[in-house]
């Protein structure tokens, strides 16, 4: 039996991969870098994530690479005061039965690399870029750049932000949403005594937000500083010059002024924003991941919502395995509603946070007066089982 092929070797595609082939399909991924080193910096996973990832097999290699942070001191950036906790630890893991945890994307590469070569029926092509995709009627033909071919019974778009496989199905592109995310990974003995806690800091002001976290072990510190600003979109990640971020920060608080200040080495990212497409898939093809709903990052679901995918996609293949279209369309109907509800949820959370004036004023006040508990079950939808 011919594979399914998979485009894009990142968090959606190596899910989708470990995914189907535990419910017994044969996968290939084709992945157009050489070969796998994500750099990058740290990542939220929350409970609906980690969930699937325990199901595959990760969950003690997972934890012994991630931290679970007790909880989110949110500030006020300007001010510095402290506005609330929201609780995550042990009363995430007591209301959603898994942890909610944060790790390094080179290891939660790492994990899932790890369970995949362990599989029987998995292949990964390295340095396959994927330009072209012909459609028969019982199966696929991808073709990459420098010549090569690739046949599959049918085709998973999880190759990102920027997917050709995309094309396929519609021409909408992302667009520049407005906001700059900033990142950089600061050695634990140069973090500042104020953030180096077992807890998440997320410091909110107006244009802009700061949130960091402890890494590897207590290693490292993961710095991101998210700034409105007007955008000439420059490509995806490029490095940044500290000197061009400070001045956004003059006028916080000398906590988050200081932790940026300490931070040399910034790269910076255009957070990108799209419209919830029409459709994800057609025939044999369908999209997971940022191909198929890209997710402005305030809510640290982008990936999360990648591996949902992946896992309601192995649900609906092995469903119906002899009828792919049908289960890629079932897939399809699954998750459509519930990723454009996640993307709308945190474009509405970043409004929230870059409140300026007397609107900034009312939200501190209901942060600081609302039952800490409430800030995160207000989410039960994002983070409970789905049924
Ligand atoms: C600042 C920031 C912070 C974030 N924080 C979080 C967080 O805390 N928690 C969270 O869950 N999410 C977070 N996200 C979102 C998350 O990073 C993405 O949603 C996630 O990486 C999407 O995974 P993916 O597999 O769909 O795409 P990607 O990770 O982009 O992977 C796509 C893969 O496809 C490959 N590829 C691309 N084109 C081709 C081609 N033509 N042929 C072959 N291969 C190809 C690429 O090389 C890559 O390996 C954040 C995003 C940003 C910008």
Redesign the pocket.
Known sequence: MDPILI?????????AAIALVRAGMPVKV????PSFSEAGA?????PN?ARHLATWGLKELISAFSNEPEGIQVYDGLKGDLLTTVPLGKFVRDRYGSPYL?IH?KHLQYCLLEAAVELDGLEIETG????HVEVQLDGVTAK?EAGGTAQGRALVG????????RGCISDDEPQPSGVT?W?ALLPTARTPETADKPYIGLHLGPHGHVIHYSLEAGKSTNV?A?IKETINFDGWASPGKRDDLLPYFDAWSDRVFELLERSKDWHK?T?MSMDPLERWGKGLVTL????AH??E?FM???????IGDAASLAKAVAAQPDDISKAFRAYEATRQTRATRIQKASHQRGRIYHLSGPMRWTRNQLLRRQAPETLLTHYDWLYSPVK
């Open positions: 485009c894009g070797g990142g968090i959606g595609g190596l899910s084709l992945e157009q870098a740290g990542i939220e996973i929350g994530a944060v994307r396959f870029k994927l330009t990459s999880a190759d990102g932000l920027w997917s050709t496989v995310a990142r991101v998210m990212w957070v997971i991941g940022d191909a890209p997710i990052p640290a679901q982008g990936g999360a919502a990648a």
